[in-house]
T-cell receptor, first 114, second 114 residues
Framework: DGGITQSPKYLFRKEGQNVTLSCEQN?????MYWYRQDPGQGLRLIYY???????QKGDIAEGYSVSREKKESFPLTVTSAQKNPTAFYLC?????????????FGQGTRLTVV | GENVEQHPSTLSVQEGDSAVIKCTYS??????FPWYKQELGKRPQLIID?????GEKKDQRIAVTLNKTAKHFSLHITETQPEDSAVYFC?????????????FGKGTKLSVIP
């Protein structure tokens, strides 16, 4: 079953803790993206990666970090420096970096800070 | 990256009426114009797209029209049904500078009233 998978679906974190969200794809896509979605809001870009071992900051990268050691995987770490981390996080991939190709999304991870 | 604006931000229509959502972009090099639908609590999914060599594309009750000169494209939904209620996003992209930063519009929440 091909696609893009995020885990876990729900995540609770205590204040001051780092937490890592998983994103895996078996679509052989080069590009991967992380978005944050707040209630009633749009999709804000956190980080994106066009190829393995390379990634770029998006519009709201502060307090987040990523790695791209494998083509299939693009984990996102929400650090304690992120002031307001409670949100719905979506991972996406596309065949090439943003150009002319459909983006496929994971089912999302809902992070709550308790 | 691309500067993308969507209007309106919310739209309510009676069942059976038509709905139109407009997306304006800034990068004249953009050549791929998709629309995504996100139902409540779910992931965004592509519903229709158009490329710059075409002015209009239809798929049953939905259509997309493109005006490259004015740098905007629109989503048209005819004979709306309650299941069309969702948030719709545009995400123009191309091969220009910054095209790898896949940027979405802020979304339009469509409510179809039975």
């Amino acid at each position: 079953d091909g696609g893009i998978t995020q885990s876990p679906k729900y995540l609770f974190r205590k204040e001051g803790q780092n937490v890592t969200l998983s994103c895996e794809q078996n679509l052989n896509h080069d590009a991967m993206y992380w978005y944050r979605q707040d209630p009633g809001q749009g999709l804000r870009l956190i980080y994106y990666s066009q190829i393995v071992n390379d990634f770029q900051k998006g519009d709201i990268a502060e307090g987040y970090s990523v790695s791209r050691e494998k083509k299939e995987s693009f984990p996102l770490t929400v650090t304690s420096a992120q002031k307001n981390p409670t949100a719905f996080y979506l991972c996406a991939s596309s065949m090439h970096g943003g150009t002319n190709t459909e983006a496929f999304f994971g089912q999302g991870t809902r992070l709550t800070v308790v | 990256g691309e500067n993308v604006e969507q209007h309106p931000s919310t739209l309510s229509v009676q069942e059976g009426d038509s709905a139109v959502i407009k997306c304006t972009y800034s990068d004249s090099a953009s050549n791929y114009f998709p629309w995504y639908k996100q139902e409540l609590g779910k992931r965004p999914q592509l519903i229709i797209d158009i490329r710059s060599n075409v002015g209009e594309k239809k798929d049953q009750r939905i259509a997309v029209t493109l005006n490259k000169t004015a740098k905007h494209f629109s989503l048209h939904i005819t004979e709306t049904q309650p299941e069309d209620s969702a948030v719709y996003f545009c995400a123009p992209s191309g091969t220009g500078a910054g095209s790898y930063q896949l940027t979405f519009g802020k979304g339009t929440k469509l409510s179809v009233i039975p």
